[in-house]
Each structure stands twice: as C-alpha cells, then as structure tokens.
C-alpha cells in the first residue's frame, strides 16, 4: 500500500527557513514525478513546487521562485521542499504528491493529475 508522510512544518517567522519532508513508500519512487501543493484555509489547493522522474527539471509557482528549492533522494524515497525567507502568505497545508510517468521528462503542476498524496503538514508563518 502507498503510502507519503509529511514532516517538517510548524510555526515559524516571517523571514525564516525551513524543510518539508516527504517520505514515500509503497511504490517505486524513481518511476514518479513529485509536486509540493498546498492550500489555504478558505482558498483552493495550488501548485507550489515539483520535479520530473529524472530531477533534472524543477518547477515552480511564481509566488515562491526564488525563495522555494525543491529536491529528491531516490535512495531514501524522499523529497524535500526548502522554504526560505518564508512570509506569512506561505501559511498553509502543504502536500507532497507523486504522479507515475514513463518518461522522467513529463511534467504536470495540476492536482488532478496526480495519484498519490500525503496527508499534509501545517505550515504557519507569522509577521
């Protein structure tokens, strides 16, 4: 059974670092494409980061470019989301969600299509 377990959000300040962790099992994680979503009370879920198989290509939402990285770990089956300079408007649910490809060069920064996803962890940034 699939499984992605978030970790790493809390409350932090405005200005701050931290990393989100998304630990994957249950699949092959070298055969998937990985995103970073998140969503807001009373907004709808948004794109925020992502990755193909290869991790050759990175993507991101213009609110976070810049400030956001985005990496994976084939080996731990895990990706990381680097938030940097956070502000209070990054305050959210964050998701991790993978999407299987045959090609490590596919991309898709839409929700719908993916088919995996974690159960979220709470991001809070204060002014």
């Known amino acids: 059974q699939v499984q992605l377990v978030e970790s790493g959000g809390g409350l932090v300040q405005a200005g701050d670092s931290l990393t989100l962790t998304c630990e994957a099992s249950?699949?092959?994680?070298?055969?998937?494409?990985w995103g970073w979503f998140r969503q807001a009370p009373g907004k709808e879920r948004e794109f925020v980061a992502g990755?193909?198989?290869?991790?050759?290509?990175?993507y991101f939402a213009d609110s976070v470019k810049g400030r956001f990285t985005i990496s994976r770990d084939n080996g731990l089956s895990t990706v990381y989301l680097r938030m940097n300079s956070v502000k209070p408007e990054d305050t959210a649910v964050y998701y991790c969600?993978?999407?299987?490809?045959?090609?490590?060069?596919?991309?898709?920064?839409?929700?719908?299509?993916?088919?995996?996803w974690g159960q979220g962890t709470q991001v809070t940034v204060s002014s």
């Open positions: 990755l193909t198989r290869s991790g050759t290509n990175t």
């Open positions: 249950g699949l092959v994680f070298g055969n998937y494409a």
């Open positions: 969600a993978g999407k299987a490809y045959s090609r490590s060069y596919y991309f898709t920064s839409s929700w719908k299509d993916y088919d995996y």
